[in-house]
């Protein structure tokens, strides 16, 4: 099964960019859809982006335009941008397997999860 690391979380100003990258070990990536999560305290964890190998992407409406999803052969990445404080929140990577009417933004279509990453804007 694959393992997920998340890195490049930290502290931003707003209006700044972050970039954050999750690589992933014990299998390829190319088997899974592959999503950014976030989560605050007391609210349910939320679908930000998710990608495929074939390079399709779906991404939630709050970061259209901001937030853009990648993949590279071992790695996912996040790269925000225009940040705003109600991006604040601990990003998750996440795996899954893609089957009829998987839903990128849905936390129950994904498998594997890393640690998270905590994002602030201030």
């Known amino acids: 099964q694959v393992q997920l690391v998340e890195s490049g979380g930290g502290s931003v100003q707003v209006g700044g960019s972050l970039r954050l990258s999750c690589v992933a070990s014990?299998?390829?990536?190319?088997?899974?859809?592959m999503g950014w999560f976030r989560q605050i305290p007391d609210k349910e964890r939320e679908g930000v982006a998710g990608?495929?190998?074939?390079?399709s992407t779906s991404y939630a409406d709050s970061v259209k335009g901001r937030f853009t999803v990648s993949s590279g052969s071992a790695a996912v990445y996040l790269q925000m941008n225009d940040l705003r404080p109600d991006d604040t929140a601990i990003y998750y990577c996440?795996?899954?397997?893609?089957?009829?009417?998987?839903?990128?933004?849905?936390?129950?279509?994904?498998?594997?999860w890393g640690q998270g990453t905590q994002v602030t804007v201030s």
């Open positions: 996440a795996a899954g397997f893609l089957y009829p009417g998987f839903n990128y933004l849905e936390t129950d279509d994904y498998r594997f």
């Open positions: 014990g299998d390829t990536i190319g088997r899974y859809c």
């Open positions: 990608t495929e190998s074939d390079g």
